[in-house]
């Protein structure tokens, strides 16, 4: 027999929003309408929170549990697509990831590389570091320009 008492993913995230609406309720209790809001969201999670926790249809949670998962899932894949793969393009190979990974990736190269902004286009251009004065030419515009590296 499978136990009732679960703690799967649905029920984790519902702990966490009763935690952060409680919580949200007490440090915003000096604005009467948003602390009344998370009481009220706080009280929604908790008694959907017990219901799946101690509901016997385990077969019917296991299927929430996975819809929540394919939801949270696609969330995630949204938000690490590139800007161009969202908007229904095909991104080049080389630029697998999305903003978050762009950061990532310049900082690692903060030491060995500097990052420009072309004067007439803006497009963004990337140039060794410790160089000195080089002529810099945009690959978007074809403009020239010189720059410290």
Same mark, same amino acid.
């Given at each position: +027999?499978?136990? @009732?008492? *679960?703690?799967? %993913? #649905? !029920? @984790?995230? #519902? #702990?966490?929003?009763?935690?952060?609406?409680y919580l949200a309720s007490f440090v915003l209790n000096r604005y009467p309408t948003a602390s009344g809001l998370f009481r009220l969201l706080f009280t929604a999670a908790a008694i959907y929170l017990g219901i799946r926790l101690f509901a016997g249809n385990v077969a *019917?949670? %296991?299927? %929430? !549990? +996975? @819809?929540? #998962?394919?939801?949270?899932?696609a969330v995630k894949e949204f938000f690490h697509r590139p800007a161009s793969a969202r908007q229904a393009k095909s991104a080049p190979s080389g630029q697998e990831g999305g903003l978050l990974n762009k950061w990532k990736r310049q900082w690692r190269e903060y030491r060995t590389? *500097?990052?420009l902004i072309c004067p007439q286009c803006s497009q963004r251009l990337r140039v060794p570091r410790g160089k000195g004065k080089i002529r810099v030419t945009c690959t978007k515009c074809r403009n020239q320009f010189i720059a410290k590296s």
């Open positions: +027999m499978t136990p @009732k008492f *679960r703690l799967d %993913e #649905l !029920n @984790k995230a #519902l #702990l966490i929003t009763c935690g952060v609406c *019917r949670r %296991e299927s %929430e !549990n +996975m @819809k929540f #998962l394919t939801g949270l899932t590389y *500097r990052y």
